[in-house]
């Protein structure tokens, strides 16, 4: 089967890109993970499936999967490249389109400036909502969002922040994230029993209360350049315990996003680049 697709990437966080609105490619996982293969197929962090929308007063939905061909909830980087997407290939002449995704739905904007705003939604604060299974983690504060302490291994242990962006994030704040053990610890956060559905693991160094560098090693993807939901956690979790202010410039290692929460039921704006890099067509495995 060969099918055409569009490589995508919003700061450093790359996609293929796949136009699903006139019939369904019926992908499997491990074609899936084809795709995202750097050396056997496009290579990608994730595969963005773009589809009709099953409502009059929804413009599109997407799917999002993962480089091993498991499917997510959400992804703020991927959205802003669904936005660049739809618009380029003439799919709608709309600025600001509403999109369902796995748990909801999401308002993009095309910016001016030519970057993509994205209401990214109220983040989830209850433990419960991430979910983190307390029999297997410490309930350091139990305030919203709460605070955890992981055991890992060799004796060592994390207190780390839970917080839902529709998928759930464990942010970790640190002294420098560029020596930070992102390459060990974050596999084991990933998988940690206290995430039955396993979480992104987020690094986040304070640099002032209006700017952060932030690493992310992701669920499914290992560390990606940069994470939008990710993005959007950390700010959560650093104005809830009062580190940050409510506009926070997130510095990632492809990009800096734009992050703003008021706190409580408000919903988290982002707001970054998307750029399309290259299309074409690949013939995909059986």
Known sequence: MRIPFTKMQGAGND????????GLFHLSPKQYQFLADRHF???ADQILSVRAAAQADIDFSYVIHNADGSEVEHCGNGARCFVRFVREQGLTQ???IRVQVKKGVIQLYELDDGNVKVDMG??????????VDASHA???HDSQPSVWKLLLAQHISV???????????????VDDVDHAPVATQGPQIESHPAFAQRVNAGFMQIISRQRIKLRVFERGASETLACGTGACAAVVAGVAQNWLDPVVQVQTRGSLLTIE???????VWMSGP??????GEIEIPL
């Open 138 to 140: 410490q309930l350091i």
């Open 159 to 173: 207190e780390v922040c839970a917080v839902s962006m529709g998928n759930p994030h464990a942010v970790m704040r």
């Open 41 to 43: 197929g496009v290579g």
């Open 94 to 96: 709309k600025k600001s």
């Open 122 to 131: 109220p983040p989830f604060l209850n433990w419960r909502d991430v979910p």
């Open 261 to 267: 929460w008021q706190g409580g039921t408000s919903p």
């Open 274 to 279: 998307a750029t399309t890099v290259f299309k």
């Open 15 to 22: 996609f293929v890109v796949l136009d699903e609105t006139r």
